[in-house]
């Protein structure tokens, strides 16, 4: 099986997300915001070319997120779409069989210990709000939380750069997660796919 499908989620979530960049309207937003950080100061009087490329790639991460909801629903896990469970917020929510996946979407997992160790806290309250809201007690489901780290081909490979407490236990890498569908890919495709949808959807806009 091959990422067709997964590519295709991809391209609808950038036509969707990306409207305002090939309207123009972010990037006249962006010139409109507050001096915030040092490259706002450096900038100052000048166009800064990073900032809507920064913008962009952020709106990616929101891409890869969706994308792996609709992908899941593709491939037919059950999707749980409202991700608002008692006031948290959950990235990905998805069945297979008995089995509840949450997934809290990652691009980079290169965090400092203070925000690793805030990030391992949060994962595991989200987990508990998952289990409680669903009541997978009374059902029968067993509740699975992971980072999903889209950078990273599997867990061990997140390992490396995770600092403590995070283990690989909690980490999940892109072939993990389409392992969960069956479905085997390399890293050489998962990036280019990423690469191909983000040249031809997004930087072709900039």
């Known amino acids: 099986m091959t990422l067709d499908i997964f590519e295709n989620q991809l391209r609808l979530e950038c036509q969707r997300l990306y409207v305002s960049l090939k309207d123009g309207s972010r990037s006249e937003k962006l010139k409109n915001k507050k001096v915030n950080s040092l490259t706002d100061v450096v900038f100052i009087g000048r166009d800064n070319p990073t900032k809507i490329c920064r913008s962009c790639i952020i709106t990616f991460g929101s891409v890869l997120e969706n994308s792996a909801m609709n992908y899941a629903k593709a491939m037919d896990a059950k999707v749980f779409r409202n991700k608002k469970l008692l006031s948290s917020d959950i990235d990905i929510l998805f069945q297979i069989k008995n089995i509840i996946h949450h ?34 007690h009374d059902q029968g489901w067993q509740v699975v939380s992971k980072f999903v780290v889209w950078t990273k081909e599997d867990s061990i490979d997140a390992a490396i750069t995770a600092k403590h407490p995070l283990e690989s236990k909690h980490l999940m890498g892109f072939k993990d997660y389409f392992m969960l569908f069956g479905v085997e890919v390399t890293k050489d495709d998962f990036f280019n796919v990423i690469q191909k949808v983000w040249v031809e959807e997004v930087e072709a806009y900039l």
């Open 103 to 136: 997934l809290e979407s990652k691009a980079n997992i290169e965090l400092d210990n203070e925000k690793t160790k805030k990030a391992l806290d949060s994962l595991q309250r989200k987990h508990k709000v998952v289990f409680n809201a669903l009541c997978c």
